[in-house]
């Protein structure tokens, strides 16, 4: 784990085999079949800054508000993420959930939300917030105070359901 002195480094963008895995589930969705996920990942449709095209990217939903209308997804590659930057360019888009479209808009959270947002999911899905850690290579030492300091490192955004949202 980083000494605390020390800013956390973001993790590198996948490439290779972590691409082709963190991609795979897209067709799925794109076939209708996105219910088998149970509502664990959403398929974010964004368009490209510099192209103006339509991209979609499949995220884990880190948390849930269904009374708010509300998602919480983090971009674990940090803020070079090409969903990531898009949505900061044109925040209004369209999620899929197992076999439901939601108009949202993007609101980018703190760092310290993130510190919280991961301390919770981390509470809730300690096996897998390790597996996501070491995947993204963010070190933590299983600790809740390991787990905020890895969330601070990591932009999180919630996706709010609503009016002003558009439908690609």
Same mark, same amino acid.
């Given at each position: 784990?980083? *000494?605390?002195?020390?800013?956390?480094?973001?993790? #590198?963008?996948?490439?290779?085999? %972590? #691409?082709?895995?963190?991609?795979?589930?897209?067709?799925?969705?794109?076939?209708?079949?996105?219910?088998?996920?149970?509502?664990? /990942?959403?398929?974010?449709? *964004?368009?490209?800054?510099?192209?103006?095209?339509?991209?979609?990217?499949?995220?884990?939903?880190?948390?849930?508000?269904?009374?708010? +209308?509300?998602?919480?997804?983090?971009? +674990?590659?940090?803020?070079?993420?090409?969903?990531? %930057?898009?949505?900061?360019?044109?925040?209004?888009?369209?999620?899929?959930?197992?076999?439901?479209? *939601?108009?949202?808009?993007? *609101?980018?959270?703190?760092?310290?939300?993130?510190?919280?947002?991961?301390?919770?999911?981390?509470?809730?899905?300690?096996?897998?917030? $390790? %597996?996501?850690?070491?995947?993204?290579? /963010? #070190?933590?030492?299983?600790?809740?105070? +390991?787990? $905020?300091?890895?969330?601070?490192?990591?932009?999180?955004? $919630?996706?709010?359901?609503?009016?002003?949202?558009?439908?690609?």
């Amino acid at each position: 784990m980083p *000494h605390r002195d020390t800013p956390p480094v973001p993790p #590198r963008l996948p490439t290779g085999w %972590r #691409r082709l895995l963190a991609r795979l589930p897209i067709p799925i969705f794109r076939c209708g079949l996105g219910w088998v996920f149970g509502g664990r /990942l959403l398929l974010l449709h *964004h368009t490209g800054r510099v192209s103006g095209l339509d991209r979609r990217v499949v995220l884990e939903v880190v948390e849930y508000a269904p009374d708010e +209308g509300c998602w919480i997804v983090a971009s +674990g590659f940090g803020p070079k993420a090409a969903w990531y %930057r898009n949505l900061r360019a044109e925040p209004k888009t369209l999620i899929e959930v197992g076999t439901r479209r *939601h108009a949202v808009t993007a *609101h980018f959270l703190t760092p310290g939300d993130g510190a919280e947002i991961m301390a919770r999911y981390a509470r809730r899905r300690p096996r897998t917030a $390790r %597996r996501l850690g070491a995947f993204t290579g /963010l #070190r933590t030492d299983g600790t809740d105070a +390991g787990f $905020r300091e890895a969330g601070g490192a990591v932009p999180f955004v $919630r996706l709010e359901a609503g009016p002003g949202a558009r439908l690609p």
